[in-house]
Each structure stands twice: as C-alpha cells, then as structure tokens.
C-alpha cells in the first residue's frame, strides 16, 4: 500500500491554510470584519495554538476550510469501499469496466488467530493463499481472452485486488476517517489499519491540529450492537430475488404538489391542501405540467420531501456504484463476519456461454478454499479477501425524492453496466405502482429530458426518440 498527499504540501501554503481556519473559529465570534479575522491570524503559532482550543472544545467546522488531497495505491476494494462510504470524501477510482485488472496485483495478508497472533504456520498459508489468488486471475484472463467483456470477467476477480484512487476530503472528515480505521471496529482488518495508520502520520505533519481530536479518542475496536446481539442465534439468510419497496411516503404526488405550494405561496399544510383539492386535483393535464416543472427546477427542493425505501440483492461488483450515490443511505452487511459465499450472480453474457460451468466451479472452489483456511483457526477479519466481486448481499438503501431521480437518470441508461441498471429499472418499476407523475418523470435524460451528454459515445437511443417526437408533432 501506498499513500501520498499530492495536495497542498509547502509549507507557505500550509501556513495559509492554518490562518484560514484559525480566522474561521475566530470570526465567530470577534467583532469586526472577516479580514480583521485573517489579518489576526496571520501568525501559524498563534493560528495553529487557536484552532487546538476551538476544535478541542468540540467546534470542529472551522477544519472544514482545510482541503487535503491523497493518491492510494495497491489498495483493494475493501479499502474503497471503506471510504467511499465517507460521505463527505471525494473519489476518482481506475474503472474495472474499462482497464485490463489480470495483472494488477493483490494484497497478501498475515494471517492471525482469533487473538490476533500471527499463526506459526503464516509463511506456509501465505505460499497457498498466492497461489490461489493467482488462479483467480488466471480465470479473469481466461474470460477475457474468450470474448467476454472486462465488466463481466471481473466477476471473479477477488477482494485482494489491488486498485488505484485519488481521494479529497476536508479535515473534519479526515478525522473521523482516521479514528474508524485506527481506533473503531475497522481496525481489526490489518490493511485498513495500516491505512490509518500512514493517515495520521502524514496529517501530523500537513494538519498537526488534528492530533488534538484524534488522540482524545478511545479505541473502541467492536460494535455494541453485535454485542447486544451476540447470544442470539444467527439465522440464515436469503438473497432477495427482486428489489422490494420497503416503506415510501404515503401519496406521493399529492405530497410533491402540496409541497410546492407551500414553498411557492408561503402556506400552512391545510391551506396548500385546499387549493390542491379544489384547483389541482384529478386535472390531468396540470397535474402533468406542475409535476414536470417540478422536476426542471434546478434544486429540485420539492423531490426531497418524499421517501423511498427498499431492501434489495446486489453483486459487490457494484456495491460502490451505489454507495458513491451520497444523498442515499446505504446499509450493507458487514466484512467481517464473512458473507454467505454460497450466493453469487452470473452475468447473463457468461450464463449464456460455454463457459458457465467454469464459472460456477470458480466460486463453489472458491467456498471450498475458503473452509480450508478457515479450518487452520484463521480469524474472521483475514480471510475478507476470499469474497469475490461476484458474490451477493442483501442492502437496505433510503432515497429522498431527489436522490431516485438521481440513480435513476444516470443507472437506467443504456451505458450505465447492466447489473446496476437492471435494479434500478426495477425499483423504478416498484415505485410506478405508488405514484403516477413522480415515476412518470423518472428515468435517463433522453427519456425525460430528450437530450443525450455520452456525445460519440452515445447508443443511439436518443435519435429514435427524436425521431418518434418529430413524427408525432406531424400528425
């Protein structure tokens, strides 16, 4: 593993940064203007002793001014997925979709007993372990040298993999990435320690204000609800076959257009309520109108007030595809411990090809291996690189009114990868039973909006659309 800040690193620019944040925490609350705040904070000593003092009282936004950017490298998707789901990180990952990944690489862990002392035998387990990663890639290749295409073939790619990202997050952020990795149940994962770890030393140097949140932390390497739960029986559990609409708002279009008039005209519910019902309600043709002007607002404030929750089975091929969405709420199962490896997807180019036996042997040996290592007393939190990208969980996942649109113009195009956008077509199918104009304006921008950004990329869609519309403004 490799991580580096390839963000603001002399130590002038530094220097700024420490008086940005330090005339934040004293802005607040000094009188005068926001450049007698710079102008007051101007010396790093000074500025770096006053930001101590305000974040050491809790007020942490005044770190948020401070922006650090790191390259990682040779980290596996368990490390991307770990800070993807730090909603307020920014990300840029290689695309397994497009890149070649048979030759990338893979993390080889020690591998410790459930006390976490390396086993005697680690160096012998390590020799077996690399040979079977190795053969993982072989398959990958294979798939990929028979005509199988890269996002499909990566499927069988394991979670040691190794993969590249550029990632940005202010310092509060960092903080708090900091502390789950090093001090929270995460730290228990080795590679996920390791990363914290090399955070921390490089903000020492880039922010050294942040020693003062972090230190004060205790470790807390376990999960209090596991152990609220840990003397009930683990039931088994089955892979949903298609998303289920858990829980939504109730009448979803009247809530949308209620609520913007209330926002439009400043009134009370019962108010909005009365003008709907005798001026809106069962005209189809305004009802139509109110809810695409609804849509082509460009904060799309109204589309926030509804809910919509589902639970559904996904790959973790695609896990990130989803959790990179930040206005939803994800709840996946956890790493550790490991996940039925019994249930995997095939994508349908691989079902349908005379390869789908080898297919199905990679991850029925796959569980065999498994079992083999678990056997020599492994714990739990080493053998998380066994789980391969084709290997499936239940998630829960929450969406505002905004953020379905959001998955839903981008996952429901025809280049989005077919997995995603067979889920997301589906749940957009769910929520068309509930709702009429709001599933309605659901969809990719040359459904709803008849334009197309994909450019020389585009599949073409878009012209028949126009074609069609243009035939029937003749008619």
């Given amino acids: 593993m490799k991580v580096k800040l390839i963000g603001i690193t002399d130590k002038k620019s530094i220097e700024k940064q420490l008086n940005i944040c330090a005339a934040a925490g004293k802005l607040s609350r000094m009188p005068g203007s926001v450049f007698d705040a710079l102008e007051a904070m101007k010396d790093p000593d000074k500025a770096l002793k006053f930001i101590n003092r305000v974040i050491g009282m809790g007020h942490t936004s005044t770190i948020d001014h401070d922006y650090m950017v790191f390259a990682l490298s040779e980290v596996t998707p368990l490390v991307e997925q770990t800070i993807i789901a730090e909603r307020f990180s920014s990300f840029t990952i290689k695309s397994r979709r497009e890149v070649d990944f048979s030759n990338v690489g893979f993390y080889v862990p020690d591998f410790h007993d459930k006390e976490g002392n390396i086993l005697k035998n680690n160096q012998e387990l390590q020799k ?29 790619l394991p979670y040691s993999y190794h993969g590249e990202i550029i990632m940005g997050l202010d310092a509060t952020a960092l903080a708090r990435m900091i502390i789950k990795l090093t001090k929270g149940k995460s730290s228990n994962i080795t590679e996920l320690k390791e990363l914290g770890n090399k955070l921390y030393d490089i903000a020492l140097k880039r922010a050294p204000y942040l020693k003062t949140i972090i230190d004060k932390e205790e470790v807390k390497n376990y999960s209090e609800v596991e152990k609220v739960l840990e003397n009930i029986a683990k039931p088994a559990y089955t892979l949903l076959e298609k998303p289920l609409l858990l829980n939504y708002t109730k009448d979803i279009d009247k809530t949308l257009f209620v609520n913007a008039l209330q926002r439009i005209y400043s009134l009370n519910n019962k108010e909005a309520l009365n003008v709907y019902e005798n001026s809106i309600a069962g005209n189809k043709e305004l009802e139509t109108k109110l809810m695409k002007a609804i849509f082509n607002d460009i904060d799309h404030e109204d589309l926030k007030q509804i809910n919509l929750r589902f639970q559904l089975s996904i790959p973790f091929a695609i896990l990130t595809h989803y959790t990179r969405h930040r206005r939803l709420a994800l709840t996946i199962p956890e790493f550790v411990p490991n996940v ?136």
């Fill in 340 to 475: 039925n490896l019994s249930y995997y997807v095939t994508p349908p180019s691989i079902k349908n090809s005379s390869l789908a036996s080898f297919y199905h042997d990679i991850f029925k040996n796959n569980q065999k291996m498994y079992l083999e290592f678990k056997k020599e007393g492994i714990r739990d939190e080493d053998l998380v690189y066994f789980t391969l990208s084709g290997n499936a969980v239940n998630v829960t996942i929450n969406f505002d009114g905004e953020a379905f649109r959001w998955i839903c113009r981008l996952r429901e195009c025809t280049k989005a990868q077919w997995c995603i956008r067979e889920a997301v077509t589906k749940m957009h199918g769910e929520v068309s039973k509930v709702s009429t104009y709001y599933a309605q304006n659901l969809g990719p921008d040359c459904v709803t909006r008849h334009i197309c950004s994909e450019g020389k990329e585009s599949c073409g869609r878009i012209l028949t659309i126009l074609e069609s519309l243009k035939e029937k403004s003749h008619e």
């Fill in 128 to 156: 077996k372990y690399k040979k079977y990663m190795q053969s993982l890639f072989q398959s990958y290749s294979k798939f990929e040298s028979s005509g199988i295409n890269k996002e499909d073939a990566r499927f069988v």
